[in-house]
């Protein structure tokens, strides 16, 4: 006896292709810049995301397209909340 997937290889491949889109669009939903919805204008010749009033006091990302300003943002601010968290490893700590 043959299994479902055996029987039926393009529902099979359907489903598996819409679990991954499911996939793709839980991960793009949970990006800081999704969450937090960061300011999107032009600087100069660049696109800039800005999370708080003003540069000096919040977290940037550039870049030449709004998505590349959006991915810079995602890691400035993933490596803004790693430095303020003082739980997490830094170089110069040692365990304790």
């Known amino acids: 006896m043959t299994n479902w997937t055996e029987r039926h290889p393009a529902e099979h491949e359907a489903l598996a292709a819409a679990a991954q889109n499911q996939l793709r669009l839980s991960q793009e939903m949970l990006r ?36 590349q300003a959006y991915e810079d943002f995602d890691r400035n601010w993933t490596l803004y909340i790693q430095c303020s968290d003082p739980a997490a490893p830094s170089p110069g700590r040692r365990s304790q």
């Open 32 to 67: 800081p810049s999704m969450i937090l919805r960061p300011k999107l204008f032009i600087d100069g010749d660049r696109w800039c995301a800005r999370h708080g009033e003003k540069s000096f006091e919040g977290v940037e990302g550039y870049g030449r397209s709004p998505e």
